[in-house]
């Protein structure tokens, strides 16, 4: 049997470069495949933590083109950081150059490349999500071609954007019982709303681990088991009553949990 290894490949443009290094260098293993997936288009910080987190998630091997240091160096440190493999394909060429030259590059994504429908939709979807990520835009929420509720670690925003960078406007919602719902989600077809929900068990080592990562005792309220049980029977009676579709995360990897949502829709909602 085939070894089988995740390789992200991460671009502020088409993502073609990186990917062709990727395959260049895994057809080199004919005995392993490589399970190559493309985030194009990433040129903020907040989009870039999200699919960081899902790489390391995956334990995958990071290929990136990103023209921008700061965010090539928030690549390289958080490989570092968290013991992934990464190799910068741009950054070392662009200092030979620029040395060569000496004078600083242009630092713009996607010259190479000429921008076609494809990008600005899917820039687009990204844009959106990332203005409706943890419910900061209620108005948000009737326009999404998908809404996601979840009780706090439940990977709201990771799906959301992995689903972003497929090309769906994304609306993710924080639900619990001391939290307000804000009316509009009353507004939204029951159909393009997905519910998620976890172990009792599975989000008090989540929790604890969050707590322990912000140097603060692991054993809070906020990890308490009785707690988390309340809100997930919270975030149960309200899916029912939404009558949206409801999905345990607690042992389904993120790329699972969107396709299941994918393949819910009555229809692909983008233009």
Request: net charge positive; proline share 5%.
């Amino acid at each position: 049997m085939k070894t089988i290894y995740n390789v992200f490949v991460i671009s502020d443009s088409s993502g073609q470069t990186g990917t062709a290094i990727a395959k260049t260098a895994a057809a080199q293993f004919p005995e392993a495949r490589a399970n190559i997936s493309q985030y194009p288009f990433i040129r903020t910080k907040s989009i870039l933590s999200g699919i960081l987190k899902l790489a390391k998630e995956n334990n995958a091997i990071i290929f990136h083109t990103l023209v921008n240091p700061e965010l090539s160096d928030m690549v390289g440190l958080f490989s570092r950081q968290n013991k992934l493999y990464s190799f910068d394909c741009i950054q070392k060429p662009i200092n030979i150059i620029s040395h060569r030259l000496n004078e600083s590059s242009a630092e713009v994504p996607g010259l190479v490349h000429n921008l076609n429908a494809e990008y600005f939709k899917r820039i687009a979807s990204i844009e959106f999500t990332v203005a409706n990520d943890d419910g900061r835009n209620p108005s948000g929420l009737t326009k999404a071609d998908i809404v996601i509720l979840g009780v706090s670690r439940t990977s709201k925003t990771p799906l959301s954007l992995y689903l972003a960078n497929e090309s769906y406007k994304v609306a993710n919602l924080p639900i619990g019982p001391d939290l307000q719902l804000p009316k509009e989600i009353w507004e939204v077809d029951p159909k393009k709303i997905f519910g998620l929900t976890n172990s009792v068990t599975k989000l008090k080592q989540i929790r604890s681990q969050r707590m322990k990562e912000y140097g603060l005792d692991g054993d809070t309220p906020y990890s308490n088991s009785d707690n988390i049980k309340k809100e997930l029977d919270y975030a149960k009676n309200l899916y029912h009553k939404i009558d949206c579709l409801s999905i345990n995360v607690a042992n389904k990897s993120i790329e699972e949990t969107a396709t299941i949502i994918t393949e819910s829709l009555p229809k692909r909602t983008i233009l």
